[in-house]
């Protein structure tokens, strides 16, 4: 259908390039590895039914942000920041093209610029993980630990049982020296995960 786009392959694409210690939890596999197809919602010009546009057709913002995924999986990251920027330009509050364009530039080493995006999206859909997710990694990447942090906590907040969410808090508190609320999060990761290795060593060095 052209009215689908790659979403989930952003995850697989940043895999590629954040390999400290405090990205590497992510959703677990399912972050990394499942290409998902996913059907965008409310950045599509069509109503809440699905309706919209006459025969099907797709928008100006859907064939963006098309492009965009389709960029991603070429891996042509700066043709895909284009696309995503041109959604934009047609819709400036669309959630998925801000989320999009912030976790490509994660990719390109650029977190100011994603912190940008991810903030704005996060005052558009407060509730949505992956713009809290890659919010975070975004503070984390400008050595924000205490807006990681509260990131972080927002994100609990929505779902609670990922241990990558509670491995990556409790490095961003081990760098604030707040050892033992970080040994609590390393400890809730290995319950909610107990072959999570990355836990045992945050824990051991904490």
Same mark, same amino acid.
């Given at each position: 259908?052209?009215?689908?786009?790659?979403?989930?392959?952003?995850?697989?694409?940043?895999?590629?390039?954040?390999?400290?210690?405090?990205?590497?939890?992510?959703?677990?596999?399912?972050?990394? /590895?499942?290409?998902?197809?996913?059907?965008? /919602?409310?950045?599509?010009?069509?109503?809440?039914?699905?309706?919209?546009?006459?025969?099907?057709?797709?928008?100006?913002?859907?064939?963006?942000?098309?492009?965009?995924?389709?960029?991603?999986?070429?891996?042509?990251?700066?043709?895909?920041?284009?696309?995503?920027?041109?959604?934009?330009?047609?819709?400036?509050?669309?959630?998925? !093209?801000?989320?999009?364009?912030?976790?490509?530039?994660?990719?390109?080493?650029?977190?100011? !610029?994603?912190?940008?995006?991810?903030?704005?999206?996060?005052?558009?859909?407060?509730?949505?993980?992956?713009?809290?997710?890659?919010?975070?990694?975004? =503070?984390?990447?400008?050595?924000?630990?205490?807006?990681?942090?509260?990131?972080?906590?927002?994100?609990?907040?929505?779902?609670?049982?990922?241990?990558?969410?509670?491995?990556?808090?409790?490095?961003?508190?081990?760098?604030?020296?707040?050892?033992?609320?970080?040994?609590?999060?390393?400890?809730?990761?290995?319950?909610?995960?107990? /072959?999570?290795?990355?836990?045992? =060593?945050?824990?051991?060095?904490?």
């Amino acid at each position: 259908s052209p009215h689908l786009a790659l979403r989930s392959v952003l995850e697989v694409a940043s895999a590629m390039t954040v390999m400290r210690r405090y990205y590497s939890g992510c959703w677990g596999t399912w972050c990394y /590895t499942t290409l998902a197809v996913l059907l965008l /919602t409310g950045c599509t010009g069509r109503g809440g039914d699905g309706s919209g546009v006459a025969g099907g057709e797709s928008t100006a913002v859907e064939l963006a942000l098309q492009a965009a995924a389709d960029a991603i999986v070429d891996h042509d990251y700066p043709k895909a920041m284009v696309q995503f920027t041109s959604a934009l330009s047609e819709e400036p509050d669309c959630v998925e !093209a801000l989320l999009g364009r912030g976790k490509v530039a994660i990719i390109a080493g650029t977190p100011k !610029a994603a912190l940008e995006d991810l903030s704005r999206a996060a005052v558009l859909d407060a509730d949505n993980s992956d713009v809290l997710w890659f919010k975070a990694r975004a =503070h984390e990447a400008l050595g924000e630990w205490s807006e990681a942090v509260t990131t972080y906590d927002a994100l609990a907040a929505v779902v609670d049982d990922r241990p990558g969410l509670y491995v990556n808090r409790g490095f961003a508190k081990d760098q604030l020296g707040n050892y033992d609320d970080a040994i609590t999060d390393y400890d809730k990761a290995i319950e909610l995960d107990s /072959t999570w290795a990355l836990a045992y =060593h945050n824990k051991a060095a904490a």
